[in-house]
């Protein structure tokens, strides 16, 4: 079963753009590994971001997008907002199942 | 609006078993798949199951391959997850989620959770 990694942590300022990104311990992330993306604030349950690398689902803000980037799934806010900060996670489909990666803490500062 | 609520959580033993139930509305149920996932206390999130619309595929996590069984009632709009062999690492809180389509079993809309919790 494949490892999935995400950055552990990332800082960005108000109105400012980052991007996290999501890999496979397989190999390069593709289509077929369906990456999904998802919002966690504390003591919240998840929220679904991005579905299929990049569709969005309705509550998303247009700030987020995602995509493929250098073997890689990758989620990019434009214009950070200070209620973006929460934790972010990737999800590929692998073998069968489906695999998390272990969260990226974003903080907007 | 899509409605997913959990129940059957609470405490339970060492090598115990429990059932959970998520009961679905809002949407035509059985057109869906539906997953769980889990997240134990301070950690990430982990996928543990999926089941298409249909119930005849189903999909686990190595982690609790041959101890959980996830099963759906589309007549009762009910989503199941029959864990045996309860072990400490089970504890955490359990999501059921909606997928996008018959065959989705990637969480699209999320429940609140319903907490696990092994101990003796």
């Given at each position: 079963?494949?490892?999935?990694?995400?950055?552990?942590?990332?800082?960005?300022?108000?109105?400012?753009?980052?991007?996290?990104?999501?890999?496979?311990?397989?190999?390069?992330?593709t289509s077929g590994h369906y990456p999904y993306w998802f919002q966690q604030k504390p003591g919240q349950a998840p929220?679904?971001?991005?579905?299929?690398i990049s569709d969005k689902h309705s509550w998303t803000p247009a700030r987020f997008s995602g995509s493929l980037l250098g073997g890689?799934?990758?989620?990019?806010?434009s214009g950070a907002q200070?209620?973006?900060?929460?934790e972010y996670y990737c999800l590929l489909y692998s073998g069968g199942r489906g695999v998390f990666g272990g969260g990226t803490k974003l903080t907007v500062l | 609006e899509v409605q997913l609520l959990e129940s059957g959580g609470g405490l339970a033993q060492p090598g115990g078993s429990l059932r959970l139930s998520c009961a679905a509305s809002g949407f035509s149920f059985s057109s869906y798949g539906m997953s769980w996932v889990r997240q134990a206390p301070g950690k990430g999130?982990?996928?543990v199951s999926g089941i298409f619309s249909g119930g005849g595929n189903t999909y686990y996590a190595d982690s609790?391959?041959?101890?959980?069984?996830v099963s759906r009632d589309n007549?009762?709009?009910?989503l199941y997850l029959q864990m045996y062999g309860l072990?400490?690492?089970?504890?955490?809180?359990?999501?059921?989620?909606?997928?996008?389509?018959?065959?989705?079993?990637?969480?699209?809309?999320?429940?609140?959770?319903t907490l696990v919790t092994i101990s003796s």
């Amino acid at each position: 079963q494949a490892v999935v990694t995400q950055e552990p942590s990332l800082t960005v300022s108000p109105g400012g753009t980052v991007t996290l990104t999501c890999g496979s311990s397989s190999g390069a992330v593709t289509s077929g590994h369906y990456p999904y993306w998802f919002q966690q604030k504390p003591g919240q349950a998840p929220r679904t971001l991005i579905h299929d690398i990049s569709d969005k689902h309705s509550w998303t803000p247009a700030r987020f997008s995602g995509s493929l980037l250098g073997g890689k799934a990758a989620l990019t806010l434009s214009g950070a907002q200070p209620e973006d900060e929460a934790e972010y996670y990737c999800l590929l489909y692998s073998g069968g199942r489906g695999v998390f990666g272990g969260g990226t803490k974003l903080t907007v500062l | 609006e899509v409605q997913l609520l959990e129940s059957g959580g609470g405490l339970a033993q060492p090598g115990g078993s429990l059932r959970l139930s998520c009961a679905a509305s809002g949407f035509s149920f059985s057109s869906y798949g539906m997953s769980w996932v889990r997240q134990a206390p301070g950690k990430g999130l982990e996928w543990v199951s999926g089941i298409f619309s249909g119930g005849g595929n189903t999909y686990y996590a190595d982690s609790v391959k041959g101890r959980f069984t996830v099963s759906r009632d589309n007549s009762r709009n009910t989503l199941y997850l029959q864990m045996y062999g309860l072990r400490g690492d089970d504890t955490a809180v359990y999501y059921c989620a909606r997928g996008l389509g018959p065959a989705a079993i990637f969480p699209y809309d999320w429940g609140q959770g319903t907490l696990v919790t092994i101990s003796s």
